[in-house]
């Protein structure tokens, strides 16, 4: 199969460049992205890629695979290979620190900025913060996400303002406490992203939703931060 | 909190709500203006005679405020996106903002001017 990967070594290349190289696939398998570069990096040991828990848990080796981001783990190259090619870049917006790195400090000061941590003033109760089913049940489909960045970085709003615009993985977070029923920092918060980039520069195109590998729906969560921010000012 | 003073409403959220609302007045001009176009031929006299209502004068102004309005945090949010260097953004919105001011007080004259 033929690979064509984005190259960049900051200490030795002048300029990015795609390297083709063929990859020898076993027959009769059909492999995820990730071993492929698994076997890439055998014939490469120079190519640099995150990756860890390699089952799509912790989030490292988000990039973009034939034009669309996602995790390189669970992604089979069945479901990306065009006439037997795989493209394989870094995720769109971000500094590239070497090949398949990039720099994601502007995403973690965006989830930073939200502050991703329970806030409670009264006091503390002996055990636990106890909460019922059903206000637990609005925590799913926003604590499953695993901070990879394959939404926020299909996100034109935060390509063109990383330093101002929340971006979809960051106000799914931010969205997960404002939800809670334990939180009581909720008046903070909204006044916090009332302004018109952090929330408001969300254009609804959706592509979060449709790259999210772990099927989340941020574009929801912003409608319901939008709906909590309008009835705040009425 | 991002904050800008160039916006237009300080917040977010009284930015997206004048936007929608300025939409609304907009489509309804839109298709009241183009429906007396197709379905009720007029010639100057008639067209002059429809203007001269107040009510019909009210109803522009509205749709003629509701553009700048509109026009403006649209502008505002495009050269926000794509002007990264101040100075230039600065000069491009202010450039935008007197061309619509223009607009609106040239718009105020025709209407109180036929």
Redesign the interface.
């Known amino acids: 199969m033929l690979v064509s990967v984005y190259r960049y070594n900051p200490e030795r290349d002048e300029v990015p460049f795609m390297q083709d190289v063929e990859v020898d696939i076993p027959a009769g398998k059909d492999l995820m992205v990730l071993d492929v570069l698994a076997l890439l990096k055998e014939k490469d040991p120079t190519m640099a890629y995150r990756r860890s828990c390699r089952e799509g848990v912790c989030g490292s080796d988000g990039m973009n695979m034939n034009g669309k981001n996602g995790l390189a783990c669970i992604t089979p190259i069945s479901a990306v290979a065009k006439d037997g090619k795989i493209v394989l870049r870094p995720l769109p917006g971000l500094p590239v620190i070497r090949d398949l790195v990039v720099d994601m400090s502007l995403f973690y000061q965006q989830y930073e900025k939200i502050q991703p941590f329970l806030q409670n003033k009264t006091p503390a109760p002996a055990i636990e913060r106890l909460q019922s089913p059903e206000d637990r049940e609005k925590l799913d489909g926003l604590y499953e996400c695993i901070l990879c960045a394959c939404c926020s970085t299909a996100c034109p709003s935060f390509w063109w303002n990383p330093d101002k615009f929340v971006g979809p993985s960051g106000l799914l977070q931010a969205y997960r406490f404002l939800v809670d029923s334990r939180d009581t920092a909720t008046e903070e918060r909204l006044a916090a992203l009332d302004d018109p980039f952090s929330v408001f520069r969300c254009r609804g195109i959706m592509n979060c939703v449709s790259v999210c590998p772990k099927g989340l729906n941020p574009t929801k969560a912003i409608g319901h931060i939008r709906n909590m921010l309008l009835q705040r000012a009425t | 909190?991002?904050?800008?003073v160039t916006?237009f409403g300080r917040?977010?959220?009284?930015?997206?709500?004048v936007q929608r609302v300025s939409a609304v007045v907009l489509a309804v001009y839109t298709l009241w203006l183009v429906g007396l176009i197709f379905f009720c031929p007029m010639d100057y006299a008639g067209w002059s005679a429809l203007f001269g209502k107040t009510s019909v004068r009210i109803f522009s102004l509205m749709a003629l405020l509701a553009l700048g309005a509109h026009a403006w945090i649209g502008l505002w949010?495009v050269t926000?996106?794509?002007i990264k260097n101040g100075l230039v953004r600065f000069i491009a919105q202010a450039g935008c903002g007197t061309v619509m001011f223009f607009y609106v007080v040239w718009g105020v004259q025709i209407l109180w001017g036929l």
């Open positions: 909190m991002v904050t800008s916006n917040s977010g959220a009284y930015d997206w709500m949010t926000t996106d794509y």
